[in-house]
């Protein structure tokens, strides 16, 4: 999804939304798997697919800051480096203002 495209859906949107969290982790090119050992294979580990809930949760919503970027939160208003961004929720505020900062660290 293009990020402008993205951004809007992020803008519109009421509350936590699991589309909206894969399209973030996609824009910003993650990957999370984690491990598990079967019960009946101890050796053998098998890989799932793990997207964070970034619109649902401030914590996994901080994990998309740009590394060196100051941020600030406020209410439903989030600066990250120089962009700003206002939302629904604090979180997907967090997720608009960091794609938005995304290139710019």
Do not use: W
């Not at 936590?16 to 910003?28: G, N, Q, S, V």
């Not at 439903?76 to 710019?104: E, H, N, S, V, Y």
């Amino acid at each position: 999804m293009p990020k402008d495209e993205l951004i809007g859906r992020l803008e519109k949107a009421d509350g936590p939304d699991r589309e909206l969290d894969e399209a973030l982790h996609e824009a910003f090119g993650l990957t999370f798997v984690m491990e598990y050992y079967t019960e009946y294979a101890t050796e053998q580990t098998r890989n799932l697919s793990y997207v964070p809930a970034y619109t649902a949760s401030i914590d996994a919503a901080l994990t998309l800051v740009p590394e060196g970027c100051g941020f600030v939160v406020m209410g439903k208003a989030a600066k990250i480096g120089r962009k700003i961004a206002t939302a629904a929720t604090p979180a997907l505020a967090i997720c608009i203002a960091a794609l938005r900062a995304k290139g710019d660290e």
